[in-house]
């Protein structure tokens, strides 16, 4: 059951139509509580010149912490009041566009895009909104093909299109999931053609504004009196300098990754969303409900969001990246809380920093809370050991790395990586065995502490080889 809640508001209430029989409510939001500062070590690690972050109940921001500076040579201190981009964030904003729609009976998402669309590649024709809404379409990726330099770009649809157009679909649609940044380009050009108005415009006059959201907007061009972020990408070299980059353009993402906006109005969509303000409860369950592939496995993923869980407990969620910015956000419907957070640099990890509010909120969740057990297999722990230095330093054989951990140790990409993997690769002998996933029998929870500092780390041993390894400070 999705348990929407309705209440009353104490700032002011003004209803508005909203999906053709639901109301809305514009809200003057309460003043953002004092910032408090962000835990330095997990602030630094995220990479980037500063990060934001919050703690949002029924509409409102309730804690909010800071760290770093404004601008790319972190001057100045981190804005809270700032917009930031939110990238793929974005795709369940331009859902609920086309969901709305769906509800006034106006798009069919089991219908053809060709209904809508007659300026497209013939092989993407037959491919339904629904599968484009879930990532199973088929439909190639134009971000993975053209890279992130598009977005600093303002192509037509055809320029965009044409990054794509001479590859054949991915896969037969609904038989597999793929992340495709083209299938929510052509979901907000049929929210542009059935409502007759610009993608932008018809977010800010149909959601936003009746939201009292007016710090939110497509593209990352600020009207005034918003201030925006500015975003920032790594210089090449180490230690070279960071580098602006410009805001990215709504015509070269739309609804895939084109949202601006700030915690404080955040707060607001995440509370209208939640409530059932935004969509009817049916629509809801559209959206929230993980899409199944022609063999009945579940994707994990509805329209514009991830529905999964974080250490047992229920999570919607969704992450994004432009060319200048990192953003992350997650619901936790049984605790009626979310958290989010803005960092104003491609490639920055905030993970860390979301994780360390949920933990605030959650502090059961903790890893500090689990108590160590007899481990029992020392064997593939001094063999995890081993595949942390293959992985960390790429000492060979590495027979004890998997084809993509091969490829992780060897790879210029991973390098800054790689150089947060070595001192535990170095300190391999103070692994402490936790735990094994509860969920997944593959994963595998060890302790390890270097100078007084305690890391945790969650390792995926896969058929006698080392597949992956993730990083928590708790």
Same mark, same amino acid.
């Given at each position: 059951?999705l348990?929407?809640?309705?209440?009353a508001?104490?700032?002011?209430?003004?209803?508005?139509?909203?999906?053709?029989?639901?109301a809305a409510?514009?809200?003057t939001?309460a003043?953002?509580?004092?910032?408090?500062?962000?835990?330095?070590t997990?602030?630094?690690?995220?990479g980037?010149?500063?990060?934001?972050a919050?703690?949002?109940?029924?509409?409102?921001?309730?804690?909010v912490f800071?760290?770093?500076?404004?601008n790319?040579?972190?001057g100045g201190?981190a804005?809270?009041?700032a917009?930031?981009?939110?990238?793929s964030?974005?795709?369940h904003?331009?859902?609920v566009a086309?969901l709305?729609l769906?509800e006034?009976?106006?798009?069919?998402?089991?219908g053809?895009i060709?209904a809508?669309l007659?300026d497209?590649?013939?092989a993407?024709?037959?491919t339904?909104?629904?599968? !484009?809404a879930?990532?199973?379409?088929?439909v190639p990726?134009?971000?993975?093909?053209g890279?992130?330099g598009v977005?600093e770009t303002?192509?037509?649809?055809a320029?965009?299109y044409a990054?794509v157009?001479?590859?054949?679909?991915?896969f037969?649609?609904?038989?597999?999931w793929?992340?495709?940044?083209?299938?929510?380009?052509?979901?907000?050009?049929?929210v542009?053609?059935?409502s007759g108005t610009?993608?932008g415009?018809?977010?800010r006059t149909?959601l936003?504004?009746p939201?009292?959201?007016?710090?939110? $907007?497509m593209?990352?061009?600020?009207p005034?009196?918003?201030?925006?972020?500015q975003?920032c990408?790594?210089g090449v070299?180490e230690?070279?300098?960071?580098?602006p980059?410009r805001?990215?353009?709504?015509?070269?993402?739309?609804g895939?990754?084109?949202?601006s906006?700030?915690?404080?109005?955040w707060?607001?969509?995440?509370?209208?969303?939640?409530?059932?303000?935004?969509?009817?409860?049916r629509?809801?369950?559209?959206?929230l409900?993980?899409?199944?592939?022609?063999d009945?496995?579940?994707?994990?993923?509805?329209?514009?969001?991830f529905v999964?869980d974080?250490?047992?407990?229920r999570r919607?969620q969704?992450?994004?990246?432009t060319q200048?910015f990192?953003?992350?956000?997650?619901?936790y419907p049984?605790q009626?809380?979310?958290?989010?957070? $803005?960092?104003n640099m491609?490639?920055?990890?905030?993970?860390?920093v979301?994780?360390s509010?949920?933990?605030?909120?959650?502090?059961?969740l903790?890893?500090?809370?689990i108590a160590?057990?007899?481990?029992p297999?020392?064997?593939?722990?001094?063999a995890?050991?081993?595949?942390?230095r293959?992985a960390?330093?790429?000492e060979?054989?590495?027979?004890?790395?998997?084809d993509?951990?091969?490829?992780?140790?060897s790879g210029e990409?991973?390098?800054?990586?790689r150089a947060?993997?070595?001192?535990?690769?170095?300190?391999?002998?103070a692994?402490?065995?936790?735990?094994?996933?509860?969920l997944?029998?593959?994963r595998?929870l060890?302790r390890?502490?270097?100078?007084?500092e305690?890391?945790? !780390?969650?390792?995926?041993w896969?058929?006698?080889?080392?597949?992956?390894?993730?990083r928590?400070?708790?």
């Amino acid at each position: 059951m999705l348990g929407f809640k309705f209440k009353a508001c104490a700032t002011g209430v003004v209803l508005l139509l909203a999906a053709g029989h639901q109301a809305a409510y514009a809200q003057t939001p309460a003043p953002l509580p004092p910032a408090q500062a962000l835990n330095a070590t997990v602030g630094e690690r995220s990479g980037a010149p500063g990060v934001v972050a919050a703690i949002l109940r029924d509409g409102a921001v309730t804690e909010v912490f800071a760290w770093g500076g404004a601008n790319c040579a972190g001057g100045g201190a981190a804005g809270v009041n700032a917009a930031y981009e939110i990238g793929s964030i974005s795709k369940h904003v331009a859902a609920v566009a086309l969901l709305r729609l769906w509800e006034q009976g106006r798009v069919d998402l089991d219908g053809p895009i060709s209904a809508y669309l007659d300026d497209i590649p013939t092989a993407w024709r037959q491919t339904t909104l629904r599968q !484009l809404a879930t990532h199973t379409s088929g439909v190639p990726d134009y971000e993975e093909a053209g890279g992130y330099g598009v977005y600093e770009t303002e192509p037509t649809p055809a320029q965009v299109y044409a990054i794509v157009a001479d590859r054949p679909l991915d896969f037969e649609p609904g038989t597999r999931w793929s992340y495709s940044n083209t299938g929510y380009f052509l979901l907000s050009r049929i929210v542009e053609q059935v409502s007759g108005t610009n993608f932008g415009d018809y977010l800010r006059t149909e959601l936003f504004t009746p939201l009292g959201m007016h710090h939110s $907007f497509m593209g990352g061009y600020a009207p005034a009196p918003t201030d925006m972020a500015q975003g920032c990408r790594p210089g090449v070299g180490e230690d070279a300098a960071r580098i602006p980059v410009r805001p990215i353009h709504e015509a070269s993402t739309y609804g895939a990754g084109g949202v601006s906006t700030t915690l404080q109005d955040w707060a607001l969509w995440d509370d209208a969303l939640h409530d059932g303000r935004l969509l009817s409860p049916r629509a809801m369950e559209v959206m929230l409900t993980p899409q199944r592939l022609a063999d009945g496995s579940s994707t994990g993923y509805g329209f514009g969001l991830f529905v999964d869980d974080f250490r047992g407990v229920r999570r919607i969620q969704h992450t994004g990246q432009t060319q200048g910015f990192v953003a992350d956000y997650q619901h936790y419907p049984e605790q009626d809380f979310s958290v989010v957070a $803005f960092a104003n640099m491609y490639g920055a990890g905030v993970g860390g920093v979301t994780r360390s509010l949920v933990l605030r909120t959650i502090p059961e969740l903790g890893y500090d809370r689990i108590a160590a057990q007899s481990d029992p297999d020392p064997a593939r722990t001094l063999a995890v050991g081993q595949a942390l230095r293959q992985a960390a330093f790429n000492e060979q054989p590495a027979d004890l790395l998997s084809d993509g951990m091969r490829r992780f140790a060897s790879g210029e990409q991973f390098a800054a990586a790689r150089a947060q993997l070595r001192p535990y690769a170095e300190h391999a002998g103070a692994l402490v065995y936790l735990r094994p996933d509860p969920l997944d029998g593959e994963r595998h929870l060890y302790r390890i502490t270097i100078d007084g500092e305690t890391t945790y !780390l969650t390792v995926v041993w896969r058929q006698g080889k080392l597949a992956g390894v993730q990083r928590a400070d708790n």
